[in-house]
């Protein structure tokens, strides 16, 4: 059962308006395993790079996911990240196996990391991968972003629980929504994170940046000719008013708008299914929880020149907001789409983009081993 949020990603705006948006995610891996950890005889020792299937609980909820702790010296800590997976029913590694959509791109943060002797857990949230709808399976709509925020809470926990861990080198690193859960986390846990990589975040209200998708691929229906230009104006209003009514708890009213538009807002303005996630998630507003980080928190936000979801022209706020904490802050990345690719790479191609790479390598330095 697809539940929850359409995704972040864009797709082509067929001539029926029948494209719909999907969640970045990320691949579930296979059994329930316990805390890390590798054994050395000796602290002279070296402790080999391990990849372990880990479980935790949350609220009665079993949470699966992967540790990578890297090759080490028995005995040391390390700094460690919790990686945290975009909209929609979204898996560990970035993917969303029923969309067809595996780019693994927390799996290639984690490993982008791991190289540099930082340890990462990345997990199944829920509706995503093992770990399912858990405890709210025979409800969904009573989920909330409370609820995801507090097993990401849990899941950073956890992970400073590892013997390998250095508690004061703790990150946390949130792809597309998951930035904004990485801000809300932020502000929840201790000890606090030292640094976030937003990489590509959702920057604005939710609602305002489905009004904002909707609205591209309107235009984009004119431009190719599917609407006329005084049509893309009538359902482009149209949207604006449903997200009003929707917010001030009205009847959403959708006569006038085309067929293809109404299926784009339907996740978000006609289910009762998410109805209370949508407005838990609408009500936060990325960069007011931003302006209460800690000023030394490292931080790193990136945004790519072809990324259609978190365009350059919405991001200011969010940075501006940041503008007390240190580190890379904003780093453009030339040509660089959602999915962290670069010109002319396919969605489900395994990759990163070198730039993209390089940001987070800068930003991740001060922890490296």
């Given at each position: 059962?697809?539940?929850?949020?359409?995704?972040?990603?864009?797709?082509?705006?067929?001539?029926?308006?029948?494209?719909?948006?999907?969640?970045?995610?990320?691949?579930?891996?296979?059994?329930?395993?316990?805390?890390?950890?590798?054994?050395?005889?000796?602290?002279?020792?070296?402790?080999?790079?391990?990849?372990?299937?880990?479980?935790?609980?949350?609220?009665?909820?079993?949470?699966?996911?992967?540790?990578?702790?890297?090759?080490?010296?028995?005995?040391?800590?390390?700094?460690?990240?919790?990686?945290?997976?975009?909209?929609?029913?979204?898996?560990?590694?970035?993917?969303?196996?029923?969309?067809?959509?595996?780019?693994?791109?927390?799996?290639?943060?984690?490993?982008?990391?791991?190289?540099?002797?930082?340890?990462?857990?990345?997990?199944?949230?829920?509706?995503?991968?093992?770990?399912?709808?858990?405890?709210?399976?025979?409800?969904?709509?009573?989920?909330?972003?409370?609820?995801?925020?507090?097993?990401?809470?849990?899941?950073?926990?956890?992970?400073?629980?590892?013997?390998?861990?250095?508690?004061?080198?703790?990150?946390?690193?949130?792809?597309?929504?998951?930035?904004?859960?990485?801000?809300?986390?932020?502000?929840?846990?201790?000890?606090?994170?030292?640094?976030?990589?937003?990489?590509?975040?959702?920057?604005?209200?939710?609602?305002?940046?489905?009004?904002?998708?909707?609205?591209?691929?309107?235009?984009?229906?004119?431009?190719?000719?599917?609407?006329?230009?005084?049509?893309?104006?009538?359902?482009?209003?149209?949207?604006?008013?449903?997200?009003?009514a929707f917010r001030a708890g009205q009847p959403v009213n959708t006569s006038g708008l085309a067929a293809g538009v109404v299926q784009l807002i339907a996740p978000e303005l006609l289910s009762t299914a998410n109805a209370r996630y949508v407005r838990s998630d609408d009500a936060v507003y990325p960069p007011s929880v931003a302006?209460?980080?800690?000023?030394?928190?490292?931080?790193?936000?990136?945004?790519?020149?072809?990324?259609?979801?978190?365009?350059?022209?919405?991001?200011?706020?969010?940075?501006?907001?940041?503008?007390?904490?240190?580190?890379?802050?904003?780093?453009?990345?030339?040509?660089?789409?959602?999915?962290?690719?670069?010109?002319?790479?396919?969605?489900?191609?395994?990759?990163?983009?070198?730039?993209?790479?390089?940001?987070?390598?800068?930003?991740?330095?001060?922890?490296?081993?």
């Amino acid at each position: 059962m697809r539940v929850l949020r359409r995704t972040v990603y864009l797709v082509a705006l067929t001539a029926a308006l029948s494209a719909s948006v999907t969640a970045c995610s990320s691949s579930a891996s296979s059994g329930a395993s316990g805390a890390s950890g590798a054994s050395a005889s000796g602290s002279s020792q070296q402790v080999a790079a391990a990849s372990r299937q880990v479980s935790f609980a949350v609220s009665g909820t079993t949470t699966y996911g992967t540790l990578d702790v890297p090759a080490h010296r028995a005995g040391s800590r390390l700094a460690a990240a919790l990686l945290l997976a975009g909209s929609g029913p979204t898996d560990r590694n970035g993917d969303d196996a029923a969309a067809n959509l595996e780019p693994h791109t927390l799996q290639l943060i984690a490993g982008v990391l791991a190289k540099m002797g930082i340890i990462s857990l990345r997990f199944d949230k829920y509706f995503s991968g093992q770990t399912g709808g858990g405890t709210f399976a025979g409800d969904p709509s009573s989920i909330t972003l409370a609820d995801y925020i507090s097993q990401a809470d849990t899941a950073y926990a956890f992970l400073g629980r590892q013997p390998a861990v250095n508690t004061g080198k703790l990150l946390v690193v949130g792809h597309s929504e998951g930035g904004m859960y990485a801000l809300l986390v932020a502000g929840s846990v201790s000890p606090r994170p030292a640094g976030l990589a937003l990489i590509e975040p959702q920057d604005e209200r939710l609602l305002s940046l489905i009004q904002l998708q909707t609205d591209e691929q309107i235009d984009a229906a004119v431009s190719q000719g599917t609407f006329t230009a005084a049509a893309g104006r009538q359902n482009a209003a149209g949207v604006q008013q449903a997200i009003a009514a929707f917010r001030a708890g009205q009847p959403v009213n959708t006569s006038g708008l085309a067929a293809g538009v109404v299926q784009l807002i339907a996740p978000e303005l006609l289910s009762t299914a998410n109805a209370r996630y949508v407005r838990s998630d609408d009500a936060v507003y990325p960069p007011s929880v931003a302006a209460k980080l800690p000023r030394a928190t490292r931080i790193l936000v990136t945004d790519g020149t072809t990324d259609t979801n978190v365009p350059l022209s919405t991001i200011k706020p969010l940075v501006s907001a940041l503008s007390g904490t240190s580190g890379p802050g904003l780093r453009v990345l030339t040509g660089v789409d959602h999915l962290l690719h670069g010109p002319g790479v396919a969605e489900n191609d395994q990759v990163l983009a070198p730039s993209a790479v390089t940001a987070l390598q800068a930003w991740a330095q001060p922890y490296a081993l």
